[in-house]
């Protein structure tokens, strides 16, 4: 018995294998179904609720393919267009042979009898003309991609790239745009209008033919009710329903982030996102309220971000208010704008020297008029108070104070510290923001310094977390920002943020108290320089709010101020945030010391009233109270005497709070219980005192004078005040040499003088001189 073939058997066989291997070939040739289209962009909520779309590149709405397709939906396609889809390999033999029968007696196609499959193919080929030829592309098409995909994977790619009129495509996006839900929540209604729209997207358009709609609707109804998917009253029910209308404008919950996510490489995707869909429309109506309000005063846009500080998600995103028109600058992103930030860092400061143990928490801070290289800062208030402690020049936010101890601290050695906490807009070298970096003389973000307070509270939470990542997507692709904290100890922190908890700021006129009384939140303000940009963050251990009012053009506006504008919002947010707690104490990052009641500092020998309080233990332990002094009086109590004068049996030894005559004369005008340095009794003056009882108000140490050419040709004169720790004493003025007036009490003069660095001596009627340099600088009138 011959195995093989041969002759003419062999050749008949070998053109049968050819021609078999040739279809083969062609077949394997083919590709299945590919699209290649551009997709619309979608950001979801926490929970997959859809925020808000972008129209994909060419113009489209074309959502990416959803993960799960509606029961519905899914019966309603399968009774239409092709009840044995889980059943053939991509063609119907049954149903080729009808169409084929009914073109031949017709001369036409009556009826395409394509499979499910067969219209993807012919959707991915952007519907070509209808004739025999196509038929047989697609049906080959069709056989690879079912050898190709599962059915489930081809059904999805179907609803995902199904026409439905208009610039629709796809299910998502014709459930949203026609009834303005999600495809898990059509009735059975909505689900059959959908399945028979791509049959003819041309001729039934939502909101024209809709009569036309409607039966064919209803006849894919009735269907379904033969067929046992829908019984009786679910079928009479979805009669009554009607058709859609004009198309429905896609959400537009968080529309700021959306644009965020797209410039920063996810267009065309769908993005997932942290945010919490319920919290976001209430921010969003919070925003606007406050919109409203703000905008009587040409304020017309504000933005909120709301951090969980336990995790770094953002569970709320409000860029911006929502107004209308370029003009208004409604567009723009002011979570992510750069702006001046006022006395946001002033915490970060105070937590350094905490650190470092350069401060203590209650320790006084000098508040007098100060000049630094030209710099002369002002508190708000416009006032002065000699000695503020630390708590308090954090929690009133004084400007003074606060530039006092950044230039104490050291202006580059801050500047390397914020950027190490991970504040990346400040890119210029530190000397080019100076000491105005403390009272918001740079720029910074919203997203970044809301972060940066959230980082604070997590510090407290997770000691053994390097950093804080600030994201507002799950997606690990999608790159969140890293926050350090760990050059601060915890007991830094917590007392930074005990320091900034619910306490009456100056500028409040008392419209805060009702907030403070709900929870408990540290939170700080900031003001940029001529009203500009208004700010608010607030930190609890559940939740981080940051907030800023202003104008996207940088226009200013009276009365724009952190304390009158975003802390109000702030905490009507944190009113619609569940319950919070508060951060525990870092005993264990704490130590006990002797605190001097009445300078913070730790206390010395000579301190009367001394308390045992919790500090941070890098505290300096060696820098003792410098105010309190032991003197000696006569037995009244009113002369400083001295044991050349006086039996020391019969003097008066006592503990003084002594200040420096510039520090005093503003600290007794706020502390009526401050008692001066009684004076040394004539008979008892053998020498100078060790400390000089004269000080010069203004001009301050450092300050350069303009006194410009008036229209006379004369320079205009200058204020000049000095001050004594002895009320009645007198003073003698000396300008390089040459002297100008003699004051008794109140030693203020008028002095004119020429451009050039100048030498002022100040000399009282017992001796005691202080001679100080001082830089006039004229301006010529042109």
């Not at 495809?183 to 358009?205: C, D, K, R, Y």
């Not at 994201?471 to 922190?493: H, V, W």
Request: proline share 7%.
């Amino acid at each position: 018995m011959k195995l093989f073939p041969t002759g003419k058997i062999f050749k008949r066989w070998k053109y049968r294998l050819i021609a078999v291997s040739v279809i083969l070939i062609l077949f394997l040739l083919v590709p299945p179904v590919r699209f290649r289209n551009p997709y619309s962009s979608l950001l979801l909520d926490r929970n997959g609720e859809l925020l808000g779309a972008r129209v994909a590149a060419d113009g489209q709405w074309r959502f990416p393919p959803p993960d799960q397709i509606p029961e519905k939906y899914t019966r309603a396609v399968l009774c239409f267009e092709d009840r044995y889809f889980y059943r053939h390999p991509g063609i119907n033999p049954v149903s080729m042979a009808r169409a084929l029968i009914q073109y031949i007696r017709n001369g036409r196609i009556v009826s395409g009898g394509s499979t499910l499959t067969m219209q993807l193919a012919r959707i991915s080929r952007n519907n070509p003309p209808r004739n025999i030829r196509e038929k047989l592309l697609e049906s080959v098409i069709s056989l690879r991609t079912e050898l190709h995909y599962s059915k489930t994977s081809i059904f999805k790619m179907y609803a995902a790239h199904a026409p439905f009129g208009s610039n629709v495509i796809g299910l998502e996006a014709a459930s949203w745009r026609y009834f303005g839900i999600s495809p898990a929540q059509l009735s059975w209604a909505e689900a059959a209008t959908l399945a028979v729209l791509p049959n003819a997207p041309s001729l039934i358009f939502p909101g024209k033919n809709q009569g036309k709609l409607l039966i064919k609707r209803n006849h894919l109804l009735a269907k379904m009710f033969h067929r046992g998917i829908i019984d009786r009253q679910t079928y009479e029910l979805a009669l009554s329903e009607p058709v859609p209308g004009e198309p429905h404008a896609l959400p537009k919950t968080a529309p700021h982030l959306l644009d965020r996510a797209i410039i920063e490489g996810f267009q065309g995707q769908r993005i997932r996102s942290t945010l919490d869909i319920g919290l976001q429309k209430r921010m969003n109506e919070i925003i606007e309220r406050y919109h409203e309000l703000f905008s009587s005063n040409g304020v017309s846009n504000a933005a909120a971000v709301v951090i969980n500080t336990r995790t770094g998600e953002v569970i709320s995103y409000v860029g911006n208010s929502q107004v209308k028109g370029e003009k208004e600058g409604g567009d723009m992103d002011m979570i992510t704008a750069k702006r001046n930030f006022g006395s946001l860092l002033k915490p970060f400061l105070y937590a350094a020297m905490l650190n470092e143990g350069l401060l203590l928490p209650e320790m006084l801070v000098i508040d007098i008029p100060v000049s630094f290289e030209g710099y002369s800062p002002n508190n708000v208030q416009k006032t002065f108070e000699g000695m503020v402690p630390a708590n308090e020049v954090l929690a009133r936010s004084l400007n003074v104070p606060s530039v006092i101890l950044l230039h104490s601290y050291g202006i580059g050695k801050f500047n390397a510290l914020l950027k190490e906490l991970g504040m990346r807009t400040l890119v210029y070298p530190p000397e080019h923001y100076g000491l105005s970096i403390i009272l918001g003389g740079a720029e910074g973000s919203l997203w970044e310094l809301t972060s940066m307070y959230a980082a604070f509270g997590n510090h407290l939470l997770f000691p053994a977390e390097d950093s804080l990542r600030v994201t507002y997507s799950p997606d690990r692709n999608i790159k969140g920002s890293s926050f350090f904290l760990q050059r601060f100890s915890f007991s830094s922190a917590w007392f930074t943020l005990k320091a900034i908890t619910a306490v009456k700021r100056p500028e409040d006129n008392g419209t805060l108290k009702y907030f403070y009384s709900r929870r408990k939140v540290a939170w700080k303000t900031g003001t940029s320089f001529g009203s500009r940009d208004a700010w608010a963050i607030g930190v609890t251990p559940e939740y981080t709010v940051g907030i800023w009012v202003g104008n996207a053009d940088g226009e200013g506006r009276p009365g724009v101020t952190g304390i009158g504008c975003a802390a109000p919002v702030m905490f009507d947010i944190f009113d619609q945030l569940p319950p919070t707690g508060w951060f525990n104490e870092p005993e264990k990052d704490m130590t006990l010391a002797r605190i001097c009641t009445k300078s913070g500092y730790i206390a010395g020998e000579n301190c009367p009233d001394v308390e045992i309080r919790k500090i941070t233990t890098a505290a300096n332990l060696t820098k003792t109270c410098p105010y309190h002094r032991i003197v000696h009086l006569d037995p009244s109590g009113t002369w400083q005497v001295t044991d050349k004068c006086m039996s020391p049996s019969q003097m008066l030894t006592r503990s003084w709070f002594v200040l420096p005559p510039v520090q005093e004369y503003f600290y007794r005008q706020f502390h009526s219980d401050y008692v001066p340095l009684p004076p040394v009794r004539d008979d008892c003056r053998y020498e100078l005192s060790a400390q000089n009882p004269i000080g010069l108000i203004y001009p301050t140490p450092g300050a350069q004078i303009y006194l410009p050419l008036k229209g006379d040709q004369k320079r205009a004169k200058s204020i000049w005040k000095a001050t004594h720790r002895i009320s009645g004493a007198t003073l003698y003025w000396h300008l390089d040499n040459t002297f100008l007036a003699k004051t008794t009490g109140d030693h203020t003069i008028e002095v004119m003088a020429e451009p050039g660095i100048h030498t002022l001596t100040l000399v009282d009627d017992k001796g005691e001189s202080l001679a100080i340099k001082i830089e006039i600088i004229g301006i010529e009138k042109k």
